[in-house]
């Protein structure tokens, strides 16, 4: 069965149905924000470790604010597993600190990192989520840019979606 690239009505229908919820989250990570904010339940909540603020809707949208300081920020997915009402994404982070984002200057220095995520699903939303990345490697990178950046880049450390 194929889909129209924009389409996401149409994907979150399959999104509660066992075994194609997987799709679902490879397109929303690949940049499908009209499906994104469908596919991610009101009552979102982040299970992560250097969170410190909100959950919701909402917050998922907050986190694109990244591509500010990385508009060449490219995700790839090393591994998807879909299991009952859940999925996993192993993924990679690459871009270019070339953008402006508040009070950030571009600095030119480059991020490359890793990291996993699991998503819980009721029906055909993400009501839950757990993630772990590569906070070492991550500040490696960041290490040449403001301290700002880095703690931007911390707080919202994910695959953009």
Same mark, same amino acid.
């Given at each position: 069965?194929?889909?129209?690239?924009?389409?996401?009505?149409?994907?979150?229908? *399959? /999104?509660?149905?066992?075994?194609? !919820?997987?799709? /679902?989250?490879?397109?929303?990570?690949?940049?499908?924000?009209? *499906?994104?904010?469908?596919? %991610?339940?009101?009552?979102?909540?982040? #299970?992560? $470790? &250097? @969170? !410190?603020?909100?959950?919701?809707?909402?917050?998922?949208?907050?986190? =694109?604010?990244? @591509?500010? =300081? %990385? $508009?060449?920020?490219?995700?790839?997915?090393?591994?998807?597993?879909?299991?009952?009402? @859940?999925?996993?994404?192993? &993924? @990679?982070?690459?871009?270019? #600190?070339?953008?402006?984002?508040?009070?950030?200057?571009? +600095?030119?220095?480059?991020?490359?990192?890793?990291?996993?995520?699991?998503?819980?699903?009721?029906?055909?939303?993400?009501?839950?989520?757990?993630?772990?990345?590569? /906070?070492?490697?991550?500040?490696?990178?960041?290490?040449?840019?403001? $301290?700002?950046? *880095?703690?931007?880049?911390? +707080?919202?450390?994910? $695959? /953009?979606?």
């Amino acid at each position: 069965m194929s889909t129209k690239a924009g389409d996401s009505e149409f994907v979150l229908g *399959l /999104a509660a149905v066992p075994g194609r !919820r997987a799709s /679902a989250v490879v397109r929303v990570l690949g940049g499908d924000r009209d *499906l994104g904010v469908k596919l %991610f339940a009101n009552n979102y909540t982040e #299970h992560k $470790p &250097w @969170r !410190r603020e909100g959950n919701g809707r909402e917050k998922v949208q907050k986190d =694109l604010d990244i @591509r500010g =300081l %990385f $508009p060449d920020l490219s995700l790839t997915i090393d591994d998807v597993i879909e299991s009952g009402d @859940r999925v996993v994404v192993r &993924w @990679r982070v690459q871009g270019t #600190h070339t953008g402006e984002f508040k009070d950030i200057k571009p +600095s030119g220095y480059t991020v490359d990192f890793t990291g996993i995520n699991i998503y819980r699903f009721a029906g055909n939303q993400i009501v839950e989520s757990w993630g772990q990345f590569d /906070a070492v490697t991550m500040q490696r990178n960041c290490q040449e840019l403001a $301290p700002q950046v *880095l703690e931007y880049v911390a +707080s919202v450390s994910e $695959p /953009a979606r």
